[in-house]
């Protein structure tokens, strides 16, 4: 599967696809009502088809639910079935039940087969209205679903989720392999000794952050004033995450053009999270590590993930010697088994580059031209 993204052209006929996100939001208020109440009633879950033929019942006698399409109806149902199938899996790891959300904060709908009809050029077709779409690429697959998103702005974009068969082929171009290790003062240590440093988007605007802030809980709640700074705090943020976006596809363009494979170590971000809160938000790994993916399988590259248990940090690169305990202000340390000194992120990235090397399995392997003369 692959995703792609289109942004809409800004138009008043798009009031109505506003007014459909809406009325999802009101379904999708409505089913975990009825979640909630039947657990109150029986004490059991609630099941998802007798859900989807209560609101189905209630669709033909609701003219406003009737904007949302029968499958986005069942979307909605059966997304708050996964949440609760989730919810009772891992119940005990701090996992939420879904919950009630506003309504001018739902934010999506989703059209599986039917609604929608990709016309010539850049149009599209939902519903009896013809929509434009910024179309920066083509879509040359079998359209899965098709989603509607709303931001805070108030704009809206266009998810196609087609289906990509074909299985990348591994295509060796350098030779090189490398392993990376995330740190807090660094952004990333490569195991050849480079470092990379972050530009911490966030921090660096942080002040204008808070002004826009103050500007917008002085306002009196909903007035208009309100709703103007409500978009320019919000457009603030969007700014920030764009920058740390931008900066994210260039560093991974970068890196799959110096190495074949890239070994980086599984990261247990909701616990980095709450130790250091803002700072790993503002770092982001898990956003760049998705974009790396994406560009490492675009490039035939491959991306490797090692256990989260493994003491990298701890095991001496040299001769294999593990500490018992490790403080975090420890940067350098010095083994007692061969009596070498290790840099902490180093020799951290050097541990995770020979425990993913050796995990590497190499299906599908293609030589390029240029490899095999250097």
């Given at each position: 599967m692959k995703t792609l993204k289109f942004k809409l052209y800004n138009h008043k006929r798009n009031r109505f696809l506003k007014r459909v996100i809406n009325a999802a939001g009101i379904i999708y208020n409505h089913a975990i009502a009825l979640h909630k109440r039947y657990y109150r009633m029986w004490g059991k879950?609630?099941?998802?088809?007798?859900?989807?033929?209560?609101?189905a019942k209630r669709r033909k006698r609701n003219q406003f639910w009737q904007l949302v399409g029968s499958q986005s109806v069942q979307d909605i149902c059966q997304r708050i079935e996964k949440a609760y199938q989730l919810f009772f899996k891992r119940s005990k790891k701090g996992v939420r039940p879904p919950g009630f959300k506003k309504v001018k904060k739902?934010?999506?709908?989703?059209?599986?087969?039917?609604?929608?009809?990709?016309?010539?050029?850049?149009?599209?077709?939902?519903?009896?209205?013809?929509?434009?779409y910024w179309k920066s690429r083509e879509i040359d697959l079998t359209v899965k679903t098709l989603t509607i998103k709303r931001t805070p702005l108030g704009e809206l974009f266009m998810v196609v989720v087609v289906d990509n068969c074909a299985e990348p082929e591994f295509e060796v171009k350098t030779g090189k392999i490398a392993g990376f290790d995330f740190g807090l003062k660094v952004f990333l240590t490569c195991s050849d000794g480079s470092t990379i440093e972050s530009p911490q988007f966030l921090k660096q605007s942080i002040n204008t952050i808070k002004k826009a802030t103050r500007h917008h809980s002085k306002k009196l709640k909903g007035s208009s004033n309100r709703e103007r700074a409500r978009k320019n705090l919000v457009r603030k943020y969007e700014d920030i995450s764009n920058q740390r976006s931008d900066w994210f596809w260039k560093l991974a363009h970068d890196l799959t053009n110096k190495f074949d494979v890239l070994c980086f170590e599984t990261l247990n971000l909701k616990g980095m999270h709450r130790l250091w809160g803002r700072k790993i938000s503002d770092l982001a790994f898990g956003e760049f590590l998705q974009i790396l993916e994406w560009v490492?399988?675009?490039?035939?590259?491959?991306?490797?993930?090692?256990?989260?248990?493994?003491?990298?940090?701890?095991?001496?690169?040299?001769?294999?010697?593990?500490?018992?305990?490790?403080?975090?202000?420890?940067?350098?340390?010095?083994?007692?088994?061969?009596?070498?000194?290790?840099?902490?992120?180093?020799?951290?990235?050097?541990?995770?580059?020979?425990?993913?090397?050796?995990?590497?399995?190499?299906?599908?392997?293609?030589?390029?031209?240029?490899?095999?003369?250097?």
């Open positions: 879950h609630l099941n998802c088809a007798k859900l989807q033929s209560h609101i739902y934010k999506s709908f989703t059209l599986k087969l039917a609604g929608y009809k990709l016309l010539g050029g850049n149009r599209i077709k939902i519903g009896n209205r013809v929509y434009q490492a399988k675009k490039k035939h590259k491959l991306v490797v993930f090692i256990d989260r248990w493994y003491p990298s940090t701890k095991t001496c690169n040299h001769c294999g010697h593990i500490l018992k305990e490790l403080d975090l202000s420890i940067r350098e340390w010095r083994c007692p088994s061969c009596q070498s000194v290790n840099g902490r992120d180093e020799n951290a990235a050097k541990n995770i580059l020979m425990v993913g090397a050796s995990t590497v399995k190499l299906g599908n392997v293609r030589q390029s031209p240029t490899a095999i003369t250097a």
